[in-house]
Structure formats: C-alpha cells, structure tokens
C-alpha cells in the first residue's frame, strides 16, 4: 500500500476543516505529534486505507476530500485501543466518529459497501427483538451481502457452548426501545 505517500504528497487545505473536527469530536486533533502509538495498537488497522496517525495529520492539514473519501473513517471498531495509548490522550475514536457523520451529512460515499448493510441490519434486529439476536443477525447480514455461508462453520461449536441462541429473546418495554430508536434515527437524519 502507498499509505505513506497520501500523508506527505499534498499541499496544505482546508484550515476550517480541523476547527470543525475539533469542534465536532471535542478533542484536539492539533495536539497528535504523529508518534504513532494508535496506529501500532490499532486492530483494524491492516484493512485500512491511512493508518489512524496519517488520518490525524490529515485532518491537521485540512485535507478534508481525502479523510472523508477513505474508508479508515467506517472501518475503525470504536475500541478506544488509541486513545488508551495515545500520550496526548486525544480520543481518536471519537474523532472518527466525528469524521464519519460529517461524510454522512455531507453526503460522501462510504467507502465500505458492507457498512451501511451492518447498521441496517443490526437496527433492524433492534427493532424487531429489542436487543440483539445474534443467529438472526448474521443469517440476514450474510443473505445481504452475499456471502451466505460465511460463518456456518461456528455454528455447532457456538451451539454446544451455549453461545448462540436459536430463538430471538423476548424482552419487556418494546415500545420504549422503539420509540429510542426512531429518536436517535430522527437525530441522525438532521
């Protein structure tokens, strides 16, 4: 990968831009001095486009087209492995959330097909059960993306574990866990 070259080829952009990552995610993005311990810890960080160090310098440099047309925005777990090791204590994760609703808001391609099928998939899950039903989830989630029998192969030891349940859950207050969603929906439509 030419992950290097994408940091160091490009002139200085959008000064804006990190003012409002900065105010979008809360966290100082100009204070990252590229030492490199997030992306050292990061365990996505081999399917990645930019390591999450490149991402920030990024983000200082204003390139705003490049970080939010990379797919390093939809791919990062949240796992917070980053900040536990950054030294300046910057929440990248929150950073990559800011970076993914401004892609969103101003309507960039996700750069990972499978992303918006996994957040509709896993609301509709939500919706329909009130809390995760994992065989159901992944049964659909396969189905939409294609790969169908992906994950069969765990099954029967997840079965014999007591991992996997065959029957969706039943829980109590569906109508108060509808009623969440569909406000964090109309929130995430603004």
Sequence with gaps: MRRSSRVTDHKMGS?????????????????????????AGCPVAYSMDLLP???MRLVQLGLK??????????????????????????????VMDALRHMARREHYPVQVREVPLFVSTFISNLKRFGRLWEAGFVGVFNLRTGHLTKDMGKAPGMLRKGKLALLPPRIKGMDKIRKMIKRVEEVNRQ
């Design 53 to 55: 160090n490149q991402l």
């Design 65 to 94: 087209d490049e970080v939010l047309s990379c797919s390093t925005i939809w791919l990062c777990a949240s796992c917070e492995t980053c900040a536990t090791r950054c030294p300046r204590e910057i929440g990248i994760a929150r």
């Design 15 to 39: 000064a804006g831009f990190l003012e409002q990552v900065e105010a979008d995610s809360g966290e100082k993005v100009r204070i990252c001095y590229q030492c490199g311990k997030c992306s």
